[in-house]
Antibody, heavy 118, light 107 residues
Framework: EVKLVESGGGLVQPGGSLRLSCAASGFSFSGYEMNWFRQAPGQGLDWVAYISYGSTNIYYADSVKGRFTISRDNAKNSLYLQMNSLRAEDTAVYYC???????????WGQGTLVTVSS | DIQMTQSPSTLSASVGDRVTITCRASQSINSWLAWYQQKPGKAPKLLIY???SLETEVPSRFSGSGSGTEFTLTISSLQPDDFATYYCQQYNTYLYTFGQGTKLEIK
């Protein structure tokens, strides 16, 4: 069974940092592109960051570029999102999702809530 | 960036109704469009990929069509479990943009 489990969310002050993790199981993690998405309370879905199979290609949404860093450890079947200089507008549920080539994003984690507030 | 415009924002319908949601891209995305269903407190669930391909185990009452810039999601006969929010998403480029969502409500 394919599973993606996020962790690391919580309450952080503006300007602070947080590192999210996504533990993958049930599939060959190194064979899939991975992404982070987020959803602010009561709002729609936004893409945050992309990482290719071997971390060669990485892309970010303009809203997080320079502040967030996506990474992966294929040996540990894990995806990460290092979030620095957090702002109130970064408050959201963060989801990791697997991209299955032409089949778009077929598996998503349950999400982890990040709240940026003083 | 490619903008995705979804309509309507809210749709009221009854069990058994046929409903259609429309999604328009600001430029051609070929058939790189997906549809997701999301229920409160849950992750999005993939329904349709490549504009018209039904994801495994998704009921056949869901169907998608379109290419280029105009796309539709149709539910042929609404079931109680279908009342949720639906999003379209383009994956033609790495800025994987979503429509703003359509909340499907019980009339």
């Amino acid at each position: 069974e394919v599973k993606l489990v996020e962790s690391g969310g919580g309450l952080v002050q503006p300007g602070g940092s947080l590192r999210l993790s996504c533990a993958a199981s049930g599939f060959s993690f190194s064979g899939y592109e991975m992404n982070w998405f987020r959803q602010a309370p009561g709002q729609g879905l936004d893409w945050v960051a992309y990482i290719s199979y071997g971390s060669t290609n990485i892309y970010y949404a303009d809203s997080v570029k320079g502040r967030f860093t996506i990474s992966r450890d294929n040996a540990k079947n894990s995806l990460y999102l290092q979030m620095n200089s957090l702002r109130a507008e970064d408050t959201a549920v963060y989801y990791c999702a697997r991209k299955s080539g032409s089949r778009s994003f077929d598996y998503w984690g349950q999400g982890t809530l990040v709240t940026v507030s003083s | 960036d490619i903008q995705m415009t979804q309509s309507p924002s809210t749709l009221s319908a009854s069990v058994g109704d046929r409903v259609t949601i429309t999604c328009r891209a600001s430029q051609s995305i070929n058939s790189w469009l997906a549809w997701y269903q999301q229920k409160p407190g849950k992750a999005p669930k993939l329904l349709i990929y490549e504009a018209s391909s039904l994801e495994t185990e998704v009921p056949s009452r869901f169907s998608g069509s379109g290419s280029g810039t105009e796309f539709t999601l149709t539910i042929s006969s609404l079931q109680p479990d279908d009342f949720a929010t639906y999003y379209c998403q383009q994956y033609n480029t790495y800025l994987y943009t979503f429509g703003q969502g359509t909340k499907l409500e019980i009339k």
